[in-house]
């Protein structure tokens, strides 16, 4: 669950970035098809980016997962106070959200198709041509143009339009477009991309009207008169699409530089810098066994280390376990790792090595009884002692509805990469 949703923040990052770059360099280039194909492969691009993971040549310290040892006698008196659910209710929203979009596309579609199927069909220049006795915006969808009977006699241009959007395979593209806005129906700069993108198949449907000769005047007049109408279909393509401004603006403009289609390759070291600041580094694995031999504890089905103290609890029989920021131990960990510094003389001596700190979580969730288990160099381990005594409160462990000490052996390794 906790990974599915930094998926989702990770990919929505990209997603934004791109967007915003789209938005504000290529939006208002004449590359109309080449803009199609590069939003959309970018959107896809931003979906696998977060699985890609890169490795630096900089300093880095590496902490090992932790290895969780005994609990102590639980504290009488207390009361217990269970966490908000949080990850449970983002999940929630999100799968609402989801739901809402995925809802508000299937009634477009069944309206649309319910008015395809009232309209009297023809085969016509490779389409399926659904004729309306009352006067309807006009609009395309896959194979389909629905027009008015009117508009057919006395406005052909409108049918060249809509026949460019057929042509073009545009109803394509909007479905292609959504699942990226199922997945990020809370980002604002994916919806207004879904309309930039229509934006850009009017650009090239008007285009395509221009090269088959009608007189560009008198159809931006045409245009201007049809602006009234309202898009009924969020699915679909039509000639009485909102910004009109933009259109026959985009019509008098001149053909972009050819220059201009390698403004794309700017993003790539951009998307770079962000794909090293978002890939936290890998956890060592390895450090784990030393923990054990260290401690020498007896391993149980969770993956953990328990050790038996006077009064003993065994950490599997806990009812609640100690969570991190509404996470699981190893939470901790990367909280761990954002926050120690490699000391700099350190580095420069190119010392590393694995240092062993034990601390215990008290029944108020605070960090305490830090110790050294085993050290490195004095600046080594002070600054791992510094961080876990830095701990901002954990939510404790409980056992029978009362908080539970926990005790924690936490191995540091320092790696120069």
Known sequence: MTAFLLYIARAGLYLSLFYAFYLLVMRR?????????????????????????????????????????????????????????????????????VLVTLVLYVVSVCKMTRLIRSGEIAERDCCRLVILEQDLPSFSWGRYIVIGRKDLEQNPAIFTHELMHVQHRHSLDLILFLPVQLLFWWDPLVWITRETLR?????????????????????????VRKAVGNQRFSLASGFQHANLKNRIAMMLKPTSSRWMRWSYLALIPVLAVFMFACNNPKKNKKAAPEAQ???????????????????????????????????????????????????????????????????????????????????????????AVRVVSSSPKWEPGMQDGKPVPVSFTFPVLYKLQ
């Open 29 to 97: 280039t004449t590359f109309f098809r080449l803009n199609r194909v590069l939003l959309l492969a970018g959107s896809y691009l931003c979906l696998v980016l977060p699985f890609i993971r890169l490795r630096t040549v900089s300093t880095s310290i590496a902490v090992s997962e932790l290895s969780m040892v005994g609990v102590g006698i639980p504290s009488a008196g207390q009361t217990f106070q269970a966490g908000l659910p949080w990850k449970e209710i983002l999940l929630a929203l999100y799968a609402a959200g």
């Open 199 to 223: 934006l850009v198949h009017e650009y090239e449907a008007d285009e395509g009207v221009l090269q088959k000769g009608i007189d560009a005047t008198q159809y931006q007049l045409l245009l």
């Open 293 to 383: 031999e260290q401690e020498a504890p007896a391993a149980n089905p969770a993956g953990y280390t328990v050790t038996v103290t006077d009064e003993p609890v065994s950490f599997s029989e806990i009812e609640v376990k100690p969570t991190f920021n509404g996470e699981d131990a190893n939470a901790f960990a990367l909280w761990a790792n954002s926050q120690i510094k490699y000391p700099e003389q350190a580095k420069a001596d190119g010392v590393e090595g694995r240092v062993m700190v034990k601390f215990t979580i008290g029944t108020d969730g605070a960090v305490r009884d830090v110790q050294l288990l085993r050290g490195v160099r004095e600046d080594l381990d002070a600054e």
